[in-house]
């Protein structure tokens, strides 16, 4: 794992590539919780940024159809943790709607409702797909 260490005016973030299994999702859940630890979250932030990169890293895992994943966890600027999590699939994840009675098929739903913002970034050679929340601005 990388905990890039910052200078004045930047902000932390750690990043990790692993292999895309389901076994990921623990490690990446894991991550979450040490940076939210290490920079002073709060327990709401973290419950909610392990659930979102449960969520993005289940969905990298099930269709980015590539070896290995990076997961990141970042505070882009005070008050935000920002989770993603980078695949070598250029295809874009939909948020669809399910019928009660679906086994899956949630997952950006809740990525949409528990987030300030989600989005996805094309790169040259797959996507990256990131959440944000709100955090308490002193949390760092």
Known sequence: MTNERVRPGQYPRQSTTVASETATVAVARQ???????EWGLDQDATETG???ISEIVTNAVRHGHSHSVRVIVEQP???RLRVAVVDKS??????RIVGPDSTGGRGLLLVDALSARWG???LPWGKRVWAEIE?????R
């Open 31 to 37: 991550m979450v919780r040490e940076a939210c630890a």
């Open 50 to 52: 392990t659930l979102l």
């Open 77 to 79: 600027r005070p008050g």
């Open 90 to 95: 250029r295809r874009m994840p939909e948020l």
């Open 120 to 122: 996805t970034d094309l």
């Open 135 to 139: 955090t308490e601005a002193g949390g």
